[in-house]
Nanobody, 116 residues
Framework: QVQLVESGGGLVQPGGSLRLSCAASGSIFSASTMEWYRQAPGKQRELVARITMVDSTNYADSVKGRFTISRDNAKNTVYLQMNSLKPEDTAVYYC??????????WGQGTQVTVSS
C-alpha cells in the first residue's frame, strides 16, 4: 500500500510563490514516475507537471517557465515549486504516483488559493 501525503498549500497573493511537497511511503519511489495534477472548482483534473525515473520533466503549457517539478529519492519526496502565481492557478493540487509495476496512487490533495 502506497501512501502519498501532500503539504505546502495555502493562500498566496498574485505574483507570490509556494512550494508543494509530496512524501511517499510504501513504494519503490525511485522506480516511479511522479506527477502533480490540479483540479479547480467545476473543472476537470488536469496534469500540471511530470517527472520520470530518469528525471525527465514535462509541464502543462499554462505553467511552463513558472513551475518546477523535482524529486529527492533519498527522501521519497517530490516537489512542485510554483512561482509567479496567478489567480487561475487556484485549485486543489494532487500528487500522483505511477510505479514501474502495479497500480497507481493518489494523494489526498492540498488547496492552493491565489488571491489578493
Amino acid at each position: 500500500q502506497v501512501q502519498l501525503v501532500e503539504s505546502g498549500g495555502g493562500l498566496v497573493q498574485p505574483g507570490g510563490s509556494l512550494r508543494l511537497s509530496c512524501a511517499a511511503s510504501g513504494s519503490i519511489f525511485s522506480a516511479s514516475t511522479m506527477e502533480w495534477y490540479r483540479q479547480a472548482p467545476g473543472k476537470q483534473r488536469e496534469l500540471v507537471a511530470r517527472i520520470t525515473m530518469v528525471d525527465s520533466t514535462n509541464y502543462a503549457d499554462s505553467v511552463k517557465g513558472r513551475f518546477t517539478i523535482s524529486r529527492d529519492n533519498a527522501k521519497n519526496t517530490v516537489y512542485l515549486q510554483m512561482n509567479s502565481l496567478k489567480p487561475e492557478d487556484t485549485a486543489v493540487y494532487y500528487c500522483h504516483n505511477i510505479p514501474i509495476l502495479g497500480s497507481d496512487y493518489w494523494g489526498q490533495g492540498t488547496q492552493v488559493t491565489v488571491s489578493s
